[in-house]
């Protein structure tokens, strides 16, 4: 089954403490970003990745990193979270930026403390 | 850079009755992509509008793009209970740039 698939689903964590949110795409698509979604803000976009080894910056990167080291990973890496940071994170994958249709991962609602 | 504006941020519906959200960018877009979000969902695709003035029909729902490519609609018509959710929009520049979305309610 073609999908996108986040980890962790949810997630309490503290101020500082160092944590990962995986995302992989099973679908060979070339295009991944990852986005905030906060009320009454819609869906900003946090970084961005055309391809491997190929990634920039979104609306709202700070304080979040990114690496496209395989084709249908791409993980969000908050090295130092803050509760600023706390949010509902998707993941979503597309064939290529311009090809349309964006598939979004489940979604991993984090909080931190 | 690009900005996505839409508008309701709200709508509450009665059932049967029809309604429109709209969306508007900052710079002309190359095309334009409508999502639907459950309520404790993820945003799933709808329909990409990609030349000018086009207009795309799914069953109740009317899609168009404006002649200048700035702006754009979704017209529902007759809503019914499983039209629930928030509505973005997404206007593709260099990158997808997403609407604050229209959450959407209908009173039976």
């Known amino acids: 089954e073609a999908q996108v698939t986040q980890n962790p689903r949810y997630l309490i964590t503290v101020t500082g403490k160092k944590l990962t949110v995986t995302c992989s795409q099973n679908?060979?698509?070339?295009?991944m970003s990852w986005y905030r979604q906060d009320p009454g803000l819609g869906l900003r976009q946090i970084y961005y990745?055309?391809?491997?080894?190929?990634?920039d910056k979104g609306d709202v990167p700070e304080g979040y990193k990114v690496s496209r080291k395989e084709k249908r990973n791409f993980p969000l890496i908050l090295e130092s979270p803050s509760p600023n940071q706390t949010s509902l994170y998707f993941c979503?994958?597309?064939?290529?930026?311009?090809?349309?249709?964006?598939?979004f991962g489940e979604g991993s609602r984090l909080t931190v403390l | 850079g690009q900005q996505v504006m839409q508008i309701p941020q709200y709508q509450h519906v009665q059932e049967g009755e029809d309604f429109t959200t709209y969306c508007n960018s900052s710079?002309?877009?190359?095309?334009i992509q409508w999502y639907k979000q459950r309520p404790g969902g993820h945003p799933v695709f709808l329909i990409q509008?990609?030349?000018?003035?086009e207009v795309k029909k799914q069953k109740r729902l009317t899609f168009q793009f404006g002649e200048a490519k700035k702006n754009s609609s979704l017209h529902i018509t007759a809503t019914q209970t499983t039209d629930v959710g928030t509505y973005f929009c997404?206007?593709?520049?260099?990158?997808?740039?997403f609407g604050a979305g229209t959450t959407v309610t209908v009173r039976a």
């Open positions: 979503a994958s597309s064939p290529s930026l311009n090809t349309g249709e964006l598939f």
């Open positions: 679908m060979n698509h070339e295009y």
């Open positions: 990745s055309m391809n491997v080894e190929v990634t």
């Open positions: 710079t002309t877009l190359s095309n």
């Open positions: 509008l990609v030349k000018s003035g």
């Open positions: 997404a206007g593709d520049d260099y990158k997808l740039s």
